[in-house]
Structures are given as structure tokens and as C-alpha cells.
């Protein structure tokens, strides 16, 4: 990992760099990284967690995260190593949530209801994943995804879209779930975020993000209802959505001064 690192001039700017896609010696180690056998891979650093080369880099530091599943230790180790635990990048957030959950849990019993959660754990766990996004975190009903150049390229914003769009497919097949359709309201938004681990006293904990564009993302999936996906205008600029055919609506957001902008797409939608 620190073979990967060039010299910043700051160790903020080894983990802006490194968390922006923009260092070099990371794009070098991705490029090796790749070629072993075989995926799922780090969404950083593209080490293998499967396989014959995944057993023996293991060993040396590369196995999952256990802040998040979808990140080695090696990466996480490694710039907590330079004294920072995070940096202020431009990202994109999906947030997505179940409608009605508290009715449905009532008319399930509990295993039934933790399968039921499970089912939408695991379509929206797939859409961020095969749209290179990371999930940030599961919170009851809601599941949030993260993407952010280092992982998903500069067209982070759009893998969000689609990523959002995939899911909102995905829970609205009739076998979705035991009962059918999972009832789901999504939004996307972009701006800029903290992103790195967090825990108490320094202690690595978790990788998240933090700052204004995430409790936006969330207010915003609160509005959409089910089989909905509402992307900010911000959003929709950069990723370049043609947005001339959908809804467009304002939105007063709780904590927010001014309302926000937004468009709204359906599955059944052409855009």
C-alpha cells in the first residue's frame, strides 16, 4: 500500500489523491491487481478477496475491511498510517429506503420480516456493486451508496443514477420478495463530502461519508414515494441527464434554507 503512495506535499493531499483516483502509484497497483485471479475485488486498490491469489494476500493485509466488506485493510491501514483518517472529495450519494416498512413488519413475523429485509439488502447491495459504488452502510430500512472517483470513476454521479435506476427495476419485479414487489423510494444527489474511516479516539470503525450532500440525499429519498427515484438538479447537471421529459419539482428540506431542485424518474420512464 505505502509502495503505492508518491510523495504529497501533505499527507491531506496522499488521501485527497488516493480517494480522487488521481494518484499514480494506485493506478499502477490496480492495473497489477486486476490481473491476479480473481474478483470480487477491493473497490480501491482492486487486491482480490477470492481465489488462489486472494488466500495468500490475506496474509499480508488484504483482506476485507471490517468497516466495510467492500474495502481491504491494506488501503485502510495504510493512509491512517500518514496521520489522516479521511478528505474532502466530490462525491455522489444514493439513499433508498422501504415504504410502509413498519406496517409490513407488523403483518410478518420477525423471521419472515428479517427475510423480507434480507431479499432488499441484497438487490440494492448488487446495484451499487455492479455500478462500481460501495455501499456505505444498511440502516434498518434504508440502504445507503457511496461513489466517489477513486471507485467509480469520474462519471461517479451517473453510476449513482444507474445504480438507482437498476434497483428500483430490481425491487419492483414480482419476485423481488416472498409477497412480491418491495415498495422503494430513492434519491441522488452530489456535492462534496468527508470520506474516510471514523471511530472514537482515532480507532477505525468505519469508511463513510459526512457533510451536508448526505443528509440532503437522505431528506430527499424521505420524499420520494414508492417506485421513485428523485436526482437534484446538481446531480442531473453532472451526469449530464436529459432531463427535459421528467417532473420537475421543489422541495423544502428539513435544515436546509433553500429548497432544492429536483427531477423525478420512474422504471417505466424513457429517459
Same mark, same amino acid.
Not at 16 to 31: C, H, I, K, N
Not at 148 to 162: D, K, Y
Given at each position: 500500500?505505502?509502495?503505492?503512495? +508518491?510523495? $504529497?506535499?501533505? $499527507?491531506? #493531499?496522499? &488521501?485527497? @489523491?488516493?480517494?480522487? @483516483?488521481? #494518484?499514480?502509484?494506485?493506478?499502477? &497497483?490496480?492495473? *497489477? &491487481?486486476?490481473?491476479? +485471479?480473481?474478483? +470480487?475485488?477491493?473497490?480501491?486498490?482492486?487486491? $482480490?478477496?477470492?481465489g488462489p491469489a486472494g488466500a495468500i494476500?490475506?496474509? *499480508? @493485509?488484504?483482506?476485507?475491511?471490517?468497516?466495510? +466488506?467492500d474495502i481491504c485493510g491494506s488501503c485502510i491501514k495504510g493512509l491512517n498510517k500518514l496521520g489522516v483518517f479521511g478528505a474532502e472529495i466530490p462525491v455522489s450519494l444514493l439513499f433508498a429506503d422501504i415504504r410502509g416498512s413498519t406496517g409490513i413488519g407488523e403483518r410478518s413475523s420477525p423471521t419472515e420480516f428479517r427475510a423480507f429485509l434480507d431479499r432488499f439488502y441484497r438487490l440494492s447491495a448488487r446495484?451499487?456493486? #455492479?455500478? !462500481?459504488?460501495?455501499v456505505d452502510k444498511f440502516v434498518g430500512d434504508e440502504v445507503i451508496g457511496l461513489f466517489?472517483?477513486?471507485?467509480?470513476?469520474?462519471?461517479?454521479?451517473?453510476?449513482?443514477?444507474?445504480a438507482a435506476r437498476a434497483l428500483l427495476d430490481a /425491487?419492483?419485479?414480482? !419476485?423481488?420478495?416472498?409477497?412480491? $414487489?418491495?415498495?422503494?423510494?430513492?434519491? *441522488?444527489? %452530489?456535492?462534496?463530502?468527508?470520506?474516510?474511516?471514523?471511530?472514537?479516539?482515532?480507532? /477505525?470503525?468505519?469508511?463513510?461519508?459526512?457533510? #451536508?450532500?448526505?443528509? %440532503?440525499?437522505?431528506?430527499?429519498?424521505?420524499?420520494?414515494?414508492?417506485g421513485e427515484l428523485l436526482v437534484s438538479i446538481e446531480a442531473a447537471r453532472a451526469a449530464e441527464l436529459d432531463a427535459a421529459s421528467l417532473e420537475h419539482r421543489t422541495i423544502s428540506v428539513r435544515g436546509r434554507s433553500d429548497p432544492v431542485e429536483v427531477v423525478a424518474w420512474r422504471p417505466d420512464a424513457q429517459t
Open positions: 500500500m505505502e509502495g503505492a503512495m +508518491p510523495r $504529497p506535499s501533505t $499527507p491531506e #493531499d496522499a &488521501m485527497r @489523491g488516493f480517494l480522487s @483516483g488521481e #494518484d499514480p502509484g494506485l493506478a499502477r &497497483m490496480r492495473r *497489477v &491487481m486486476r490481473r491476479l +485471479p480473481h474478483g +470480487p475485488n477491493c473497490k480501491l486498490c482492486a487486491a $482480490p478477496f477470492e494476500l490475506r496474509h *499480508v @493485509g488484504f483482506a476485507r475491511f471490517p468497516g466495510n +466488506p446495484a451499487v456493486l #455492479d455500478n !462500481d459504488g460501495i466517489f472517483a477513486g471507485i467509480s470513476g469520474a462519471g461517479h454521479t451517473a453510476a449513482a443514477i444507474a /425491487v419492483g419485479q414480482t !419476485d423481488a420478495s416472498e409477497s412480491g $414487489p418491495i415498495p422503494v423510494g430513492a434519491a *441522488v444527489h %452530489t456535492g462534496s463530502a468527508f470520506v474516510g474511516s471514523t471511530g472514537a479516539g482515532g480507532a /477505525v470503525s468505519d469508511f463513510t461519508a459526512l457533510g #451536508d450532500v448526505v443528509n %440532503t440525499t437522505a431528506r430527499l429519498a424521505g420524499e420520494a414515494v414508492a
